[in-house]
């Protein structure tokens, strides 16, 4: 009897930190995911584990097993075979170094910035340095949507450095005085070592961004699997897209979306 009572008490304790919900994906909604399922811990009890690595890791990892849901910082495609949720209006800002004089950049020279014609900064008025051109990985939300959103085709960019996670793209902006950057503008506010390039004219805010004049903007969407049963997925998701949730995300400067339909791209295989 002692035997089978301390093995049972065993497998409990095990149990104990286990997350009810694991969700895996976009490293620039990271800080927005953290924040999400803290809040719901604390007012919910449930326990959410917050895997970062990138939009398509997070879409693999759902797709296989790997997560309940995934976080995805581009738009869904049908090939994704995923139910989407869009949860917040996200901005991709343009950085530099603090030290860096030019005072604001246009679409046109981004894509040129970004293919490589434009290479020094005194074409922009700025100083006689070259331009240190820094990007997300391949597969990266961030990287689609800020390709997408300056006009240029894939495959035709040309990064001296790519990076895997956002706060490591900003580091690497904020040591090197010659480089441009992109990220998610609630990691590039005051104190955080880079500095908000105007894009036509506008820096990113959550006025800018809500009245469109910001021109760099995407959805941030979290997706599970087409007819998720699983209840404490379907609670945590709620939770989000809800009032609380959307209280946490405005909290952290973020347009919240809330409720909203099902965004549907579900895929027939392959």
């Not at 995911?33 to 970062?52: D, F, K, N, P, R």
Request: proline fraction near 4%; glycine fraction near 16%; charge should be negative.
């Amino acid at each position: 009897m002692r035997g089978w009572m301390l093995a049972f008490c065993l497998l409990v304790m095990a149990g104990c930190g286990r997350p009810q919900v694991v969700v895996a994906g976009s490293s620039c909604m990271g800080r927005m995911m953290t924040a999400l399922a803290e809040g719901y811990s604390h007012i919910q009890g449930g326990q959410v584990e917050v895997q970062l690595g990138g939009t398509e890791l997070g879409l693999l990892s759902l797709q296989e097993g790997g997560c309940d849901l995934a976080s995805c910082s581009r738009e869904p495609k049908w090939s994704d075979r995923v139910e989407a949720y869009p949860l917040a209006t996200d901005a991709i800002a343009v950085v530099v170094h603090p030290s860096n004089p030019v005072s604001g950049v246009s679409l046109a020279a981004l894509r040129d910035i970004y293919t490589g014609r434009i290479t020094n900064w005194s074409e922009l008025g700025g100083l006689a340095l070259p331009i240190v051109v820094v990007g997300r990985e391949a597969g990266s939300g961030t990287r689609t949507a800020f390709e997408e959103g300056i006009g240029l085709q894939e495959g035709t960019v040309r990064h001296a450095q790519e990076h895997n996670e956002t706060g490591i793209l900003r580091t690497a902006v904020s040591l090197c005085p010659g480089a441009i950057g992109y990220l998610s503008f609630d990691y590039a506010g005051e104190g955080t070592g880079v500095k908000m390039l105007p894009v036509e004219g506008v820096l990113p805010g959550e006025e800018t961004v809500s009245r469109g004049q910001y021109p760099l903007t995407r959805r941030f969407y979290l997706c599970c699997r087409p007819g998720e049963k699983a209840e404490p997925v379907k609670q945590f998701l709620a939770f989000c897209r809800g009032e609380e949730g959307a209280r946490i995300i405005r909290s952290l400067g973020i347009i919240a979306k809330g409720g909203g339909a099902v965004c549907s791209a579900i895929g027939s295989g392959g």
